[in-house]
């Protein structure tokens, strides 16, 4: 499978590649293939990055590093979603818009500098989850390579395993907006809270991996989700928890007892 993919990549690389990199496990993959073709053969490639409010500085920053690891750099563009009535309330198809805007400025720069494939990281297994962003890459006709080849999240992770990547063991970790109610309305400081909740969570359990801190009552109240293993632990500090995050504005703070769930404001829209 992995064959397959280096030779999908390749076929394509003479006309111009332009590859949308957020540093995740997917697109990492794909960057680190990428490197090793274009250490083979030179040929137009653009690795771009957006940085928006919706990301931490930590993920700019690892992906910065990743990219330079492999002898490549990145091209960061900024954009501001909640310009963005849709991303701004929170909608329920929020991605779409979002995604449409963002990638349009990645096609536009592949454009102007003459590459002829946008391609991103989406996996086999996105079609089977709430993702309202995948119609604004078949709009503006980005290529999924992995997606188009049938290759999921599992087969991602064995081969960046089998290539030595880090990432192979990376949690997901999507867009902050994920972390509201749908038809909250979103602003940056509400936004910057998450991240720095989430941060402070991971420097108190250093070991956890899935961790999402979900946002209630328009940023009033704050719902951790840990795996389950990690429920007793986290029970165990609570005191200290809940002081540092009411320091951050947070009025209320409360310990999903369901645990973990990717996606859990979604249930309703894939009928779970």
Do not use: W
Request: aromatic share 8%; net charge positive.
């Amino acid at each position: 499978m992995l064959d397959k993919l280096q030779n999908y990549l390749k076929k394509m690389s003479d006309d111009g590649i332009a590859l949308a990199y957020s540093g995740g496990v997917d697109s990492s993959l794909l960057l680190k293939i990428l490197a090793d073709l274009h250490r083979q053969k030179d040929f137009p490639l653009a690795i771009l990055t957006m940085k928006t409010v919706l990301q931490s500085s930590e993920e700019i920053s690892e992906a910065e590093c990743f990219a330079r690891t492999l002898g490549l750099n990145i091209k960061i563009l900024v954009f501001n979603p909640l310009s963005i009535s849709e991303v701004h309330h929170n909608s329920a198809d929020r991605c779409y818009f979002c995604k449409k805007a963002m990638f349009q400025k990645f096609a536009d720069y592949a454009k102007e500098n003459n590459l002829r494939y946008l391609i991103d990281g989406t996996n086999a297994d996105d079609g089977d989850e709430y993702r309202p962003g995948l119609r604004a890459l078949y709009e503006l006709g980005v290529i999924s390579p992995l997606a188009e080849l049938g290759i999921n999240k599992a087969n991602i992770r064995q081969m960046s395993q089998i290539l030595g990547l880090a990432s192979a063991t990376k949690p997901s970790v999507p867009c902050l907006a994920t972390r509201f109610e749908y038809g909250t309305c979103l602003n940056e400081m509400l936004i910057q809270r998450v991240a720095q909740g989430e941060a402070l969570i991971r420097q108190m359990f250093p070991n956890m991996k899935n961790l999402r801190l979900r946002v209630h009552c328009c940023g009033r109240l704050a719902r951790i989700e840990v795996a389950n293993e990690y429920i007793g632990e986290v029970c165990s500090l609570a005191q200290n928890l809940v002081l540092k995050l009411k320091n951050l504005g947070f009025e209320f703070v409360t310990l999903d007892l369901e645990g973990f769930r990717s996606g859990s404001f979604d249930g309703q829209k894939k009928g779970k």
